[in-house]
């Protein structure tokens, strides 16, 4: 009798102990796990690996001319693909022929302005040029991230560390250019029609506004040149949606630029020679 009472109690601890540990296992289980047997977990681990994952996002290929990477990419002139040393003999020689382009087509102008009266007549249409500056300046504001787009990188050609971001030089000259081209048409239209009437104010010089302002877009067309030759140099797009520019479409916007730097030198030539003469 004693033996039996003795082993009742013994079957009754297991049993509570077995029932505590039980209790214990279940609340370390995640709870979708508790009440799932071994077997359905081992065919669910073993059914996951054949189904299909989420595919991963795709990402975009660079664009050449669009974007630090994109610019880095062959571009249609291959200059971008040479040496470091080779690259900035391409930029400084581009800056060379325009400045000798510039010089000889300013020449040509001052002969057949002195040789033609009509070259003299036709000459007070120039100053309509301000309207494609004060155009130009403002979609710097409208286009930004095109014109940010043009803007060299930092290390480009192994010379170009200019400071300041993209967006701040972009902002500039575009504030540049709508002053200047402001200043030029006002002046060109005081000096054409209203030169008994109004004296032309003398911003930066004696010269008056128009030469003052000619001046100033010669310079600032000068500063910018570089986002230009970015463009040829490494297929720089703008705007950046817009197809490639051909070499030879880089020539001519280079023989442009030399007649654009010659008008705006002979428009500007007085405040360079009052500029000159305060030295």
């Known amino acids: 009798m004693k033996c039996t009472k003795t082993t009742l109690a013994f079957m009754a601890a297991v049993a509570l102990i077995a029932s505590m540990q039980a209790t214990t296992v279940a609340g370390f289980l995640p709870q979708q796990q508790q009440g799932v047997s071994a077997t359905q977990l081992q065919a669910q681990s073993f059914l996951d690996r054949f189904r299909p994952k989420d595919p991963e996002p795709e990402v ?26 080779f690259q900035a003999k391409a930029f400084v020689s581009y800056f060379g022929t325009l400045a000798a382009g510039t010089a000889v087509f300013s020449g040509f ?26 155009a130009a300046g403002i979609t710097h504001f409208t286009l930004g991230e095109a014109y940010e787009n043009i803007m060299p990188q930092k290390g480009a050609w192994g010379i170009w560390y200019l400071p300041g971001s993209a967006k ?15 200043g030029l048409l006002a002046g060109g239209i005081i000096d054409a029609f209203f030169p008994v009437y109004f004296d032309s104010p003398n911003l930066l010089s004696t010269a008056g506004l128009m030469s003052d302002s000619a001046a100033c877009l010669f310079l600032l067309t000068i500063a910018v040149t570089p986002a230009n030759i970015y463009m040829y140099t490494h297929g720089a ?5 817009g197809p490639e520019i051909p070499v030879t479409g880089h020539f001519i916007r280079a023989a442009m630029q030399i007649v654009l730097l010659g008008l705006l030198y002979q428009m500007g030539e007085g405040t360079f020679d009052a500029w000159r003469a305060a030295l």
């Open 237 to 241: 797009r703008l705007p950046t949606d």
């Open 109 to 134: 102008l001052t002969d057949v302005t002195a040789s033609y009266e009509w070259v003299e007549a036709w000459r007070t249409t120039w100053p309509l040029l301000g309207a494609v500056y004060l």
């Open 168 to 182: 701040f030089h972009v902002a500039w000259t575009g504030v540049a250019e709508i002053l200047g081209g402001a």
């Open 60 to 85: 975009p290929a660079a664009i050449q001319g669009v974007g630090e990477e994109g610019c880095n990419l062959p571009s249609p002139s291959r200059v971008n693909t040479l040496a470091k040393p």
